[in-house]
C-alpha cells in the first residue's frame, strides 16, 4: 500500500491550496484518512480526520477555514486549504488505515507535501 500526496506548493496569505493523498496497492477497505502537519521545529500534529462514513474532525486552529474530504471511488482524501496564514506553512502528511483482506487494518502515510504561506 502507498501514499501519494501532491498539491502543495507556495501560497500567499489569504490563498488557497488543495491537497490530495491517493491510496494505491492491495486494497479491500479503507477506514479513517487524515491530514496531519510538520512545522520547523515543532511535532507533527493533526490537522483533520474524516471517518469512512465522512465523519469529519478538525484542529481548532483551522475549523472553518480547511475541509476534509474524500472520494472513495478514487481512494482518495482531500484537504481544501482557505485563507491560508503564515503559520500553517510545513510539510502536510496524510494517513489512512487500510485493509487488504477486510479484517485487520494498517496505518500508511504519505511522504509529505510542502506548504509555504507568504505574508
Known amino acids: 500500500v502507498q501514499l501519494q500526496a501532491s498539491g502543495g506548493g507556495l501560497v500567499q496569505a489569504g490563498g488557497s491550496l488543495r491537497l490530495s493523498c491517493a491510496v494505491s496497492?492491495?486494497?479491500?477497505?479503507?477506514?479513517?484518512m487524515g491530514w496531519y502537519r510538520q512545522a520547523p521545529g515543532k511535532q507533527r500534529s493533526l490537522v483533520a480526520t474524516?471517518?469512512?462514513?465522512?465523519?469529519?474532525n478538525y484542529a481548532d486552529s483551522v475549523k472553518g477555514r480547511f475541509t476534509i474530504f474524500r472520494d472513495n471511488a478514487k481512494n482518495t482524501v482531500y484537504l481544501q486549504m482557505n485563507s491560508l496564514k503564515p503559520e500553517d506553512t510545513a510539510v502536510y502528511y496524510c494517513d489512512a488505515d487500510v485493509s487488504d483482506t477486510g479484517r485487520d487494518f494498517n496505518n500508511y502515510w504519505g511522504q509529505g507535501t510542502l506548504v509555504t504561506v507568504s505574508s
Open positions: 496497492g492491495s486494497i479491500f477497505s479503507i477506514r479513517d
Open positions: 474524516i471517518t469512512s462514513g465522512a465523519h469529519t
